[in-house]
């Protein structure tokens, strides 16, 4: 089978317009946590791709450690989001929101009233978090999660995934990668719990695989995808050895449930250390189905993966901030536009919706 980045693609039931998935990048620019006009401008003008992932998005007020990042729990942020999925739609991409709960990465000051920092542990995140309050902080202390609190997390998750829906997204893509909640009860060293929710590798991955379970149920399998980072150091996740055997063990059950896709992050283009080929290979073998790899792509670099057999589709990060007509550009030959770091947090439309497509 040919994998042209720029054919139309069959990915379970999702029919793509082509293998280029726009990766979930947080912006910030959703004020008082709802999605605005901005957000929709923003996403429609970057539907060139076959699929979009939405940057971080909470399914609870406690899920909102960073400023300005949008949830999906209240009937204005619905609202927001159909706006975003109106847009895309018009625009023939398909879209996904990618539920991030920010656990341990928070601040107080970020948060909603009534809202606190959780975590699997008590352990607070190493280093600083910014406040549209008070600046640079420390990260907040969590409060270990309670038995209460991770059933309530997981009905969260799945209420998120409902309510995405009835916003007229195509799927939901789970979080389970760069230190924020779920990947904090993933790693070894950081969960210490003794109870069923920490030691054995089954008990560290329970929450995300009892969250997808009941995601699926709800909406449907083939409408939840994962997104994991194996060796990912980004928000003090620790390395550990058995890390290879652990995430490809991991990728067998997800495929057992029969989800969308995989969805593999390898940020060695940002600095941070390379995933080993043998990991993703392994990962490769283990997941029967679509299979996203992401971090520091090219065109020629994508359809050599493609054309390797190595992944389905290849998601693009960065270039997608200055490149609103990202596919075009990589399908002429035009050159891309460079984004610019200093606003890639800022609210408001500079270095957002202001870069112009080409002719
Ligand atoms: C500004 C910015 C925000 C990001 N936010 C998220 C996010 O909300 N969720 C996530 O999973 N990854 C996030 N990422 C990581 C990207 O999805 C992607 O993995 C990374 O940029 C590597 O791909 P690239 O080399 O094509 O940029 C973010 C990256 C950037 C640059």
Same mark, same amino acid.
């Given at each position: 089978m040919s994998r042209d980045l720029f054919r139309p693609a069959l990915s379970h039931n999702l029919e793509l317009k082509n293998r280029i998935v726009m990766a979930p990048m947080t912006r910030n620019r959703a004020l008082g946590n709802i999605p605005q006009d901005l957000v929709a401008t923003y996403y429609g003008q970057r539907s060139g791709a076959g699929l979009i992932v939405t940057e971080g998005t909470s399914p609870s007020p406690n899920g909102l450690g960073y400023?300005?990042?949008?949830?999906?729990?209240?009937?204005?942020q619905m609202a927001g989001? !159909?706006?975003?999925?109106?847009?895309?739609?018009?625009?023939?991409?398909?879209?996904?929101?990618?539920?991030?709960?920010?656990g341990r990465i928070g601040h107080s000051a970020n948060l909603p009233p009534g809202a606190e920092v959780?975590?699997?542990?008590?352990?607070?995140?190493?280093?600083?978090?910014?406040?549209?309050?008070?600046?640079?902080?420390?990260?907040?202390?969590? !409060?270990?999660?309670?038995e209460a609190d991770l059933q309530q997390v997981i009905a969260d998750f799945v209420q998120g995934a409902i309510n995405a829906r009835n916003a007229g997204f195509d799927g939901v893509e789970l979080h389970s990668a760069n230190g924020y909640l779920l990947e904090q009860f993933l790693n070894p060293v950081l969960n210490q719990r003794t109870d069923a929710w920490g030691g054995t590798k089954e008990n560290r991955a329970r929450l995300l695989l009892e969250i997808t379970r009941q995601t699926a149920s709800a909406i449907g399998a083939d409408r939840v995808g994962i997104r994991l980072s194996p060796h990912g150091v980004f928000n003090s996740m620790a390395?550990?050895?058995?890390?290879?055997t652990e995430?490809?063990?991991?990728?067998a059950q997800l495929a057992e449930l029969k989800v969308a896709y995989l969805h593999l992050v390898d940020h060695s283009p940002m600095g941070a250390p390379p995933v080993p080929e043998a990991t993703k290979a392994a990962i490769r073998k283990a997941f029967v189905g679509t299979l996203i790899l992401c971090g520091g792509y090219d065109r020629a670099r994508a359809q050599a993966a493609l054309d390797a057999g190595q992944a389905d589709l290849i998601a693009f990060g960065r270039p997608f901030i200055a490149n609103p007509d990202l596919v075009e550009r990589l399908q002429n030959g035009s050159p891309l536009a460079d984004p610019d770091p200093a606003t890639f947090y800022t609210p408001g439309a500079a270095g957002y919706t202001d870069y112009p497509a080409l002719g």
């Open positions: 400023p300005r990042i949008p949830g999906i729990f209240s009937a204005e989001w !159909r706006q975003v999925t109106n847009a895309t739609q018009a625009g023939g991409s398909k879209i996904f929101i990618q539920l991030m709960h920010t959780l975590g699997a542990t008590s352990e607070a995140a190493p280093g600083e978090i910014w406040t549209d309050a008070s600046g640079m902080q420390p990260h907040g202390t969590p !409060r270990a999660m309670t390395p550990y050895p058995e890390v290879e995430y490809a063990w991991l990728a």
